[in-house]
């Protein structure tokens, strides 16, 4: 088994313990590479396509891999000794980064080699997850899970703004792709420190053929019976499907938003995804003393009208710009950034800040919720359930907004994202209010849900 240390469960204690802390570093490192591919596949499909549905494609070779493999995956990792599972699918994904190099002759090897790096990928999350219990105490368990969730999020900014934009303005997508690969090979060697662990108790040759499809259902209905069965469950559900699938649209709709409306280059999109990772970073650091003010409900449907109303004003953008001379304002102001970009880059760089914020707002509530409702023996499925719904309800928006975008124009697709997401608040806010009516006729206390 592997060693457990010092029972203290402050930061500086856990992260003492140097399993962990390789571990950790693994993960904040993979992470930042993987956010930075997502952002150099993007830019370069931008710029040979020019063409939302071919962004469409790209993330759809992104998340099928979720839907096939994402609960098979939790199986198999449970049969297998996760060191292993770790060293493999970092060194594999080490290689396979290579593959994107292939941009320059053809976007359909990048897409196969997208969803083949995807696939491993999926193998690596349960492994990771399922091996910080055996490295820390169960005291240490919430401090070692926060660090891991600050990280994730803390990834995005730097491998979205701090790595892949000044690597592929300076040195092209090829440098950014090939630090990547090397990124992985530091990965492989820092998980390559952990201890040993013992075999699983459920070995892998026991779980074969029609067996791996009977219990992969099982676990699905299970999971899927308690989230129905569970009204407040149910909507926390909903909330982070929705904000899963609307993380997903507004990465294949930005790039051709920045280029057609803000008029400047693809690989300039972070303009867009930094303000909007600051306001993430800063929601998710917030977010305790947030909840005990304002309760969690409240900022769930906060969040909601603030990303509905966001993506709005972001649509009507280059309208109001347009009526009211905000370009030619903000120029006057000396607020513009540098003179090769429009004037209205400021502006979408505050709505973009709320956006990410707002994002924050329901997402993290949202998942403490299903956290806390859910049995300790089922949470593994619910999450992986919410997981391959997200995916699942990104597929046919992909699938079609791409494509109304080239046809109507990307202002008019994110507007009419943004009232889809008002439509959703305003029947999030009456469900809230039911539930809480429900509880207060049979007698319940309520708490700040």
Same mark, same amino acid.
């Given at each position: ?14 992260? *003492? ?32 396509? *020019? ?23 939790? +199986?198999?990792?449970?049969? =297998? ?25 053809s976007l359909v ?5 997208? $969803? ?30 926060? $660090? ?27 440098? /950014? ?24 108790? *459920? ?43 609307? =993380? ?28 909007a990772g600051v306001?993430?970073? /800063? ?23 603030? =990303?509905?109303? !966001? ?24 607020? !513009? ?35 806390? *409702? ?28 791409? !494509? ?6 990307i202002n008019k697709?994110?507007?009419? +994202? ?8 305003? $029947? ?22």
């Amino acid at each position: 088994m592997m060693s457990q240390h010092n029972p203290e469960i402050g930061t500086t204690s856990v992260l *003492r313990n140097r399993h962990f802390l390789f571990l950790w570093l693994a993960q904040a490192i993979t992470q930042t590479a993987q956010n930075a591919i997502w952002f150099g596949l993007i830019v370069v499909v931008e710029d040979q396509s *020019r063409s939302s549905m071919q962004l469409s494609i790209a993330i759809l070779s992104s998340i099928i891999p979720s839907i096939a493999l994402g609960m098979i995956a939790g +199986v198999f990792v449970d049969r =297998m000794r996760k060191k292993m599972v770790l060293l493999t699918t970092n060194l594999l994904r080490a290689i396979v980064a290579l593959g994107y190099l292939l941009y320059g002759y053809s976007l359909v090897p990048v897409y196969l080699i997208n $969803l083949l790096f995807c696939s491993i990928s999926q193998f690596f999350a349960p492994a990771e997850a399922a091996t910080i219990p055996l490295l820390v105490s169960k005291r240490q368990l919430i401090t070692a899970n926060s $660090l891991f969730n600050l990280t994730f999020t803390a990834s995005q900014v730097v491998g979205f703004v701090v790595l892949a934009p000044p690597l592929i303005k300076f040195f092209g997508a090829q440098s /950014l792709f090939i630090i990547s690969s090397l990124i992985y090979v530091v990965a492989t060697l820092l998980v390559s420190l952990l201890p040993k662990e013992e075999d699983p108790h *459920r070995r892998f040759s026991g779980l074969q053929g029609g067996t791996l499809v009977s219990k992969v259902w099982m676990e699905i209905r299970e999971g899927w019976q308690f989230i129905t069965a569970d009204r407040r469950t149910a909507l926390a559900m909903v909330h982070l499907t929705l904000a899963a699938c609307l =993380m997903l649209v507004l990465a294949m709709l930005t790039p051709r938003y920045v280029v057609a409306v803000l008029n400047i280059r693809a690989d300039d999109a972070v303009y867009i995804f930094a303000p909007a990772g600051v306001g993430v970073l /800063l929601g998710t650091m917030m977010m305790g003393r947030l909840a005990d003010k304002f309760g969690k409900s409240l900022l769930v449907n906060g969040g909601l009208i603030g =990303m509905g109303s !966001s993506l709005f004003l972001m649509a009507s953008l280059y309208w109001i710009g347009r009526h009211f001379a905000l370009q030619e304002l903000i120029v006057r102001l000396g607020l !513009s950034l540098r003179p090769s970009l429009s004037g209205l880059v400021p502006a979408v760089m505050i709505i973009s800040f709320i956006l990410g914020y707002a994002f924050a707002l329901t997402t993290i509530p949202s998942q403490t919720i299903l956290m806390e *409702r859910a049995p300790a023996s089922t949470r593994g499925r619910i999450f992986a359930v919410q997981i391959m719904l997200g995916n699942l309800a990104s597929v046919l928006p992909l699938l079609f907004l791409g !494509s109304l975008a080239d046809l109507f124009g990307i202002n008019k697709v994110i507007a009419f +994202v943004g009232l889809v997401v008002l439509a959703i608040a305003v $029947l999030s806010i009456r469900e809230v209010r039911r539930l809480m009516l429900g509880t207060m006729e049979v007698g319940i206390p309520t708490s700040r849900h």
